[in-house]
C-alpha cells in the first residue's frame, strides 16, 4: 500500500463557486493513473471518510487524457460566511494526502 | 483556419488590480488584435464585496492596470472590455471603476466612449421573477423563497456576452460590466465577429484567469486567436510558453465538471474538445461544442450575517502542546460556561469558536492519531453575536480565562503571548452568500441596464 501523497504528481483543492469544493489529484502518467484509479482508497465513499463529508456528496470525474481523477462535494456552509476557515477551499486536499491506495 | 479572418483578443491577466506587464500587453496588441478583455473580479473572495459593494482591491491598483490598458486600447484604437467590475459586479463596483476610468481619461487627456453594464436586481425585480416561477435552484441549494429574498443586501445576475456586443455596436470604447460570467467578456468580441460559439466559448474559459494556462502563470496573459472551429492560444510574454497539458488542464479549474460548462444561453461541452501544439509556444484547440439552451442567468446574493471580535494568543509552553486537543476543549468550555453566568446570554446568543493555528485550525478536523506536539501554536478567539458591542464584551469578559487558562487545575496561573493592546479586535460584520439559483429571462438583455458616457472628463479637484 502506498499513500496518495507518494504517488500523485500533485493534489489541489479549490472553491468551485461559493456552495461547492473541487479537488484535483494528477497523476505523474498515465500508467500511474491506469494503475491508482480502481483503488479503494479513490472511491468517492473513502474521499468522504476522510473529508467527513455526508455519505453520497462527493462526485467523481475521471479526465484520463490529463491522468487526473476529479472530485466536488457541496460545502458544508456556503463560502465566506461565519465560521469560515479556508475561504478558496484551497487547503481542503490535505487530508487526502494520506489516503491509502 | 484560412479564408475567415480570426477574431484576437488578449487577456492581460486574470483580474483587473492583479498587475498588468505594459510590454505584455503591446505584444498581442502589435499581432493586430480586435479587442482586450478581461475581469474584474469574481466570487473567490466571499460574500463581503458583494453585501458592501467594495473592491478586495485597492483603487490604486485597479488604477494602474487601467491606465496600462486605456493608453493602450487608444494607441491601437480596440476596445476594452472589463466585466464584473468592483469585484463583485454590482452597481457600486461598476460605478467605482468608471470614475477611476474617467480619472485615467482626464490624465492621459482622453476623450472614449465609456458604456456601463448593469445586472444588479432589486429584491422586487426578483420576487417577481420567484412568483412567475421564472427562478429555479442550483444544488446543493433547494427552491428559493421570499425571505431568502428579502435578506439579501445586494443581488446580482451573470450578464452574457450580448450586453457587451450591444455597447460595442453602439460605438463605445471601453465597456464596463457589472457581473458577467469571465468567459462571456472575453468570448464577445469573436461572437460579434462571426467566430464559432465552441471555439469562442472555450477559448474564453481556457483564457479567463489570464496566464494560468501557459507554463508560467506568473509570467504575463495570454493572446487568443479565434476561428470559425478552432482557437489558438498563445503567451503574451516571449519567454513564456502554452502547451497541450497547460492548456487542456485548465478546464479543471474552479469547475465541479471539467468537459461541460453551464453558460447564460447555451452549454459548453469540451467533451470532444482535441489539443494540439503548435511550435514550441502555442496551442490549436477544436472539437468544441456550444449548445444553445434557453436563456438563464445566475443569481448571487449576499445577506448580512453577525458581527465578530477577535483575540490571539501565541502558546509554545511544552505542557499546553502535548494535550492540545484537551486543553482547547476544556477552555472551551470554562469560556461558553463564564459568558452565560456572567453576562446571562442563553447559548443561542453568541458562538465563542477557538482555532489552534499550527494544529488543526485550518481543516477543523481532529489530528491524526500520532501526531507529535507542535512547536508553537496560534490560537485564534472568534466571538460571533447580532452586534458589535455584544461581540465585543464577551471577548473582555473571557479575557482573563483567555490569556491565563492553566493547562490543568491546580497550576500556577500561566500567561499566554498575545500581541496587541487592547487585546481585543473588532473585525467587524459577517456576510452570507444566500442565492445558487438561475433566472430565467426572455434574452440577454432583458434584466441588464445600459448607459453610455461619451464626455467622461470631469473636473479634478
Not at chain 2, 468592483?86 to 482626464?106: C, F, M, P, R, Y
Not at chain 2, 466612449?113 to 425585480?125: N, P, V, Y
Not at chain 2, 506568473?218 to 510574454?237: H, M, N, Q, Y
Not at chain 2, 468550555?333 to 469558536?353: C, H, N, Q, W, Y
Amino acid at each position: 500500500m502506498a499513500k496518495l501523497k507518494d504517488v500523485a504528481r500533485y493534489v489541489r483543492s479549490k472553491a468551485a463557486g461559493p456552495f461547492w469544493i473541487t479537488v484535483d489529484i494528477f497523476f505523474p502518467s498515465r500508467d500511474v493513473y491506469d494503475i491508482s484509479r480502481d483503488a479503494a482508497g479513490l472511491a468517492t465513499t473513502a474521499i468522504e471518510q476522510a473529508l467527513r463529508l455526508d455519505p453520497g456528496s462527493a462526485k467523481r470525474v475521471d479526465v484520463p487524457d490529463l491522468a487526473v481523477i476529479k472530485y466536488a462535494y457541496p460545502r458544508r456552509h456556503a463560502q465566506g460566511g461565519a465560521f469560515e476557515r479556508d475561504m478558496h477551499g484551497g487547503q481542503q486536499f490535505v487530508p487526502l494526502l494520506e489516503l491509502e491506495i | 483556419m484560412t479564408d475567415f479572418e480570426d477574431t484576437l483578443v488578449v487577456v492581460p491577466v486574470g483580474a483587473l488590480g492583479a498587475g498588468i506587464d505594459p510590454e505584455h500587453v503591446e505584444a498581442g496588441l502589435t499581432q493586430g488584435a480586435h479587442a482586450i478583455a478581461l475581469d474584474a473580479g469574481s466570487t473567490d473572495s466571499g460574500p463581503s464585496c458583494l453585501a458592501t459593494g467594495v473592491s478586495k482591491y485597492s483603487r490604486e491598483a485597479v488604477k494602474s492596470d487601467l491606465r496600462v490598458l486605456m493608453a493602450a486600447r487608444a494607441k491601437y484604437g480596440v476596445p476594452l472590455l472589463i466585466g464584473t467590475c468592483g469585484t463583485a459586479g454590482g452597481d457600486a463596483g461598476v460605478a467605482w471603476t468608471l470614475n477611476i476610468a474617467q480619472e485615467v481619461a482626464a490624465e492621459l487627456g482622453q476623450n472614449p466612449r465609456i458604456a456601463t453594464l448593469h445586472s444588479e436586481l432589486s429584491r422586487e425585480q426578483v420576487l417577481a421573477k420567484l412568483e412567475g416561477g421564472k427562478v429555479l435552484p442550483l444544488a446543493p441549494l433547494g427552491p428559493l423563497d421570499a425571505a431568502t429574498i428579502e435578506r439579501c443586501e445586494h443581488i446580482v445576475a451573470l450578464m452574457g456576452p450580448e450586453p457587451y456586443i450591444a455597447a460595442l455596436k453602439d460605438g463605445a470604447d471601453i465597456v464596463l460590466g457589472g457581473r458577467t460570467t469571465d468567459t462571456a467578456v472575453i468570448a464577445a468580441v469573436p461572437l460579434m465577429r462571426g467566430a464559432g460559439a465552441g471555439a469562442a466559448w472555450h477559448a474564453g474559459k481556457i483564457s479567463e484567469c489570464g496566464g494560468l494556462c501557459t507554463a508560467d502563470p506568473t509570467d504575463g496573459g495570454v493572446l487568443i486567436k479565434v476561428g470559425r472551429e478552432a482557437f489558438e492560444v498563445w503567451p503574451l510574454s516571449s519567454q513564456n510558453r502554452c502547451d497541450v497539458y497547460s492548456v487542456s488542464s485548465h478546464m479543471l479549474y474552479e469547475n465541479s465538471d471539467p468537459f461541460i460548462l453551464t453558460e447564460p444561453g447555451g452549454v459548453l461541452d469540451v467533451t470532444h474538445a482535441r489539443y494540439e501544439a503548435i511550435g514550441e509556444r502555442g496551442v490549436r484547440v477544436t472539437g468544441s461544442q456550444f449548445l444553445p439552451r434557453p436563456y438563464t442567468m445566475k443569481l448571487e446574493g449576499a445577506a448580512l450575517g453577525p458581527f465578530q471580535t477577535l483575540m490571539w494568543v501565541g502558546i509554545a509552553d511544552p505542557a499546553v502542546l502535548a494535550v492540545v486537543d484537551g486543553f482547547v476543549a476544556t477552555l472551551h468550555a470554562a469560556l461558553v460556561e463564564r459568558v452565560r453566568k456572567v453576562m446571562g446570554l442563553t447559548p443561542d446568543a453568541f458562538d465563542i469558536s477557538l482555532r489552534p493555528y499550527g494544529w488543526n485550525a485550518v481543516s477543523g478536523l481532529p489530528a491524526a492519531e500520532g501526531t507529535p506536539p507542535p512547536r508553537e501554536i496560534g490560537l485564534m478567539f472568534v466571538a460571533t453575536a447580532e452586534t458589535q458591542d455584544l461581540a465585543t464584551r464577551i471577548a473582555r469578559t473571557c479575557n482573563p480565562y483567555f490569556f491565563h487558562f492553566p493547562v490543568r487545575r491546580g497550576k500556577e496561573l500561566p500567561s499566554y503571548g498575545f500581541p496587541f493592546s487592547p487585546a481585543e479586535v473588532e473585525r467587524g460584520r459577517a456576510y452570507e452568500f444566500v442565492l445558487n439559483h438561475v433566472v430565467a429571462t426572455q434574452d440577454g438583455m432583458e434584466l441588464v441596464r445600459r448607459d453610455m458616457i461619451d464626455s467622461p472628463i470631469p473636473e479634478i479637484a
